[in-house]
């Protein structure tokens, strides 16, 4: 059974940081590209950070460069998003993915909240 649970979503202060971190199971993560994608209310599902299967090569969306860090530990099966300096416009339900990169193969976690306000 595939699962994916996100955790560490909350409420922060403008400014401050936050640590999501996706725990995979029932597949083989080292296989799948990860990335994590953001849907804000009565907004599409963005791309936030995409990692690579070996954890080598990552990219970002333009407005979380220098901000956000996407890393992966392939031994624990998990992937993590580290935010910093987070912004009110951060504020969305974050959602891990896991990308086989072959015939549409994807997985999708249950997401988890994160709002940035005073």
């Known amino acids: 059974q595939v699962q994916l649970v996100e955790s560490g979503g909350g409420l922060v202060q403008p400014g401050g940081s936050l640590r999501l971190s996706c725990v995979a199971s029932?597949?083989?993560?080292?296989?799948?590209?990860m990335s994590w994608h953001r849907q804000a209310p009565g907004k599409e599902r963005d791309l936030v950070a995409r990692?690579?299967?070996?954890?080598?090569?990552?990219n970002y969306a333009d407005s979380v460069k220098g901000r956000f860090t996407i890393s992966r530990d392939n031994a624990k099966n998990t992937v993590y998003l580290q935010m910093n300096s987070l912004k009110p416009e951060d504020t969305a339900a974050y959602y891990c993915?896991?990308?086989?990169?072959?015939?549409?193969?994807?997985?999708w976690g249950q997401g988890t909240q994160v709002t940035v306000s005073s």
């Open positions: 993915k896991a990308d086989s990169g072959f015939n549409g193969l994807v997985y």
């Open positions: 990692v690579t299967r070996g954890g080598g090569g990552t």
């Open positions: 029932g597949f083989t993560f080292s296989s799948y590209a």
